[in-house]
């Protein structure tokens, strides 16, 4: 998983978006805004999966599929709806089996975004209350198990004043050390 600055620049999310010179974001910097992640190779990567699945308590999983030919009509508007800046009350856990995909998420306190390039091994863990959003690259397809703890409450909290105050949010922003 590579991680760097989104350059900010108009133009379609899928493209990288990397700044001219890149720059990076480093595993610190990740672990600083309580990004979690593993590299497990996807050949025979289901007893690693469990291992890591077992110790966080990730008792259900399912697969996600998202293509463009999947999707068909719907696809840019999905598209789309993925990439609204949100927030959720739990984990996001996603283990990519295949394709790739950015995932940005909000830097605090800079409120810059760091994106961050997923592929095939990639297993990463995107905390509650923290503001990400999610696009496929130029690829058009990923395929990712999500895991979670009990029943999947992956509604997305848009970005705004009610979310600001939402529990989950101040809890998160406390963790990282910004906030009272
Ligand atoms: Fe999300």
Known sequence: MRAYYYDNLPGDQRLAHDYVPSRPV???????????????????????VDAVAKERGYKNR????????????IYEEKIKSFFEEHMHEDEE?????????????RESPSD???????????????????????????????K??????????????NRG???????HRIQYLKTVGVGA
């Not at 399912?62 to 009509?73: A, P, S």
């Not at 004043?161 to 529990?167: I, K």
């Open 93 to 105: 856990i996603r283990y990519i089996l295949s394709g790739s995909g950015f995932f940005d998420v």
């Open 112 to 142: 810059e975004w760091i994106r961050l390039a997923v592929e095939p091994g990639d297993l990463l863990v995107i905390p509650a209350g923290i503001y990400h959003r999610f696009t496929l690259d130029e690829n058009n397809a990923i």
């Open 62 to 73: 399912d697969l996600i599929n998202v293509t463009k030919e999947g999707l068909g009509d």
């Open 161 to 167: 004043p009610e979310t600001e105050v939402n529990v």
């Open 26 to 48: 480093s595993a610190e910097k990740l672990t600083q805004i309580n990004i979690k992640f593993w590299q497990i190779p996807v050949e025979g990567y289901e007893p690693k």
């Open 144 to 157: 990712a198990l999500r895991l979670f703890q009990d029943e999947p409450k992956w509604i997305p909290y």
